[in-house]
């Protein structure tokens, strides 16, 4: 017995739009309640927040406070807040 079929019905096929289609300017204005808008701007000093645990040997815990140090591309430098 063969579960490969010996012909594909084309007609119930559904086109699939690429992502290409989407401009930048469509993808940056969708905003949900749990997603932050798609550009940030920090600066040295901020304050932020962690919203993920990441280790929590190193206190990279959720909701743990922390202060830019330093900022690079794709790397943000912070110290956990006292």
Sequence with gaps: MSLIPDSI???KM????????FTSEFL???RTSSLPKYRIKL????????????NKIERLCNETRLVVTRLANHVIEVRVMA
């Design 28 to 30: 940056n204005s969708l």
């Design 9 to 11: 019905d084309k007609s």
């Design 43 to 54: 600066k040295v000093g901020t304050p932020i927040m962690l919203l993920r645990n990441l």
């Design 14 to 21: 559904v086109e699939r739009q690429p992502f290409e289609t």
